[in-house]
Every structure is written in structure tokens, then in C-alpha cells.
């Protein structure tokens, strides 16, 4: 069965601070690796992967694939109030397109 | 305005009604797709559609069904809620298989 876990679930920090977030994935037929920043609302996309070890960044976040290890990291450096959200990984496969969420992490950023 | 656009925003209702979600959209993708989202569960998905012809059964389409009206709307139905199906909805499109999905802002749905 197709799994996508995220690790931690949950998060708090300080102004500044730099996290990882963690995805891990075992998903028959991979295409690609999505994250998303949900907060009050709908996701919005932030970075799809396909490659392994080639980062994408933009502005403070940056995020990597690893398609040997199976897993994904997202980095946010010098965190501001407004990360604060719920960071959404998913997987997409070739089959039938479906696209498989993990739990998701919700991270507070304090002052 | 909202690229994907659902209604209605909220609802409450009582158990055995039937109940339908509205999605449209405006970037005339022909992929959509419904999905349900309970905390520390992420967002499953219920139906998806690659066109007017085509639907697809998600992971957890028991108690659903969805209609195709035209490329740009997907409805979904509850045709006798119950209260397990309290959840907040999302309505999503994609051009394809290798660009992300857009989401609406999502319906939360109460039955009592």
C-alpha cells in the first residue's frame, strides 16, 4: 500500500530559527514529489522534484529528493511568523495520476 | 477571482440528507479531482476526472459520486450523509501529469 510519511507532525520555533521537515515515501510507480504550504486555506504549491540530489530553491526555502533513500527534506532558514502553516508532501504516480498526501506538519513560528 | 472556485464555503447538515459541492474553474484544465481532508490524515483522494468521459474512483469513493457537467465544473454528492463524513473538502485541477494541482479554498462540511 502507498504510504508518505511526515516528520514531526508538529512544530514550534523562534523567529529565525532554520527547520528541516521530513518526508518519507513508499509509493509504487513515483513520477514526482510535491510540497505544499497550507495555511488557512487551500495549498499552495511550493516545489515538485523528479531528480534526485538537484535542489530547488526559492527565496528562504530550498527543498531536496533522494529517490534512492526515498525521501524528501524541506528547509526554511531564518523562519518568519508568516511560515507559519501546515507544509504538505505528496507524492504523484505515473498510474493513473493519483497523487498521495502525507499527514502534513504543522509549523509555529513565534516571535 | 478565484482560479477554482467551490461552493458552498460551509454547511451544516443532518445525517441521511443529500448533500452536493460545487467546484468550477476558470484555467481550462481538464483534470479535476475532490479530495477530503481529516486532521493527521492529509488529504485523500475521493474522484477524479481526466475529462468529461472520464472518471475515476479515488481511495475513498464509497458514499461519494461526482458529475462532469462540462471541463470546467466537478460536482461531488453525499447522497445520504452521515456524521464520519464531517470533513473539509477540496476541489483541485492540474493541466497534467506533470504540473501541480491547484486547489480551491476548500468546503467544510458538519452533519450532525
Known amino acids: 500500500e502507498d504510504k508518505v510519511v511526515q516528520s514531526p507532525l508538529s512544530l514550534v520555533v523562534h523567529e529565525g530559527d532554520t527547520v528541516t521537515l521530513n518526508c518519507s515515501y513508499e509509493v509504487t510507480n513515483f513520477r514526482s514529489l510535491l510540497w505544499y504550504k497550507q495555511e488557512k486555506k487551500a495549498p499552495t504549491f511550493l516545489f515538485m522534484l523528479?531528480?534526485?540530489?538537484i535542489e530547488k530553491k526559492s527565496g528562504r526555502l530550498s527543498s531536496i529528493l533522494d529517490k534512492k533513500e526515498l525521501f524528501s527534506i524541506l528547509n526554511i532558514t531564518a523562519t518568519q511568523t508568516g511560515d507559519s502553516a501546515v507544509y504538505l508532501c505528496a507524492c504523484r504516480k505515473t498510474s493513473y495520476d493519483k497523487v498521495i498526501f502525507g499527514p502534513g506538519t504543522s509549523l509555529s513560528v513565534i516571535p | 477571482d478565484a482560479d477554482v472556485t467551490q461552493t458552498p464555503r460551509n454547511r451544516i447538515t443532518k445525517t441521511g440528507k443529500r448533500i452536493m459541492l460545487e467546484c468550477s474553474q476558470t484555467k481550462g484544465h481538464d483534470r479535476m479531482y475532490w479530495y477530503r481532508q481529516d486532521p493527521g490524515l492529509g488529504l485523500r483522494l475521493i474522484y477524479y476526472?481526466?475529462?468529461?468521459?472520464?472518471?475515476n474512483k479515488g481511495e475513498i469513493s464509497d458514499g461519494y459520486s461526482v458529475s462532469r457537467q462540462a471541463q470546467a465544473k466537478f460536482s461531488l454528492s453525499l447522497e445520504s450523509a452521515i456524521p464520519n463524513q464531517t470533513a473539509l473538502y477540496f476541489c483541485?485541477?492540474?493541466?497534467?501529469?506533470?504540473?501541480?494541482?491547484?486547489f480551491g479554498d476548500g468546503t467544510r462540511l458538519s452533519i450532525l
Open positions: 476526472s481526466f475529462d468529461v468521459k472520464d472518471i
Open positions: 483541485a485541477t492540474s493541466e497534467d501529469e506533470l504540473e501541480p494541482q491547484h
Open positions: 523528479t531528480s534526485s540530489g
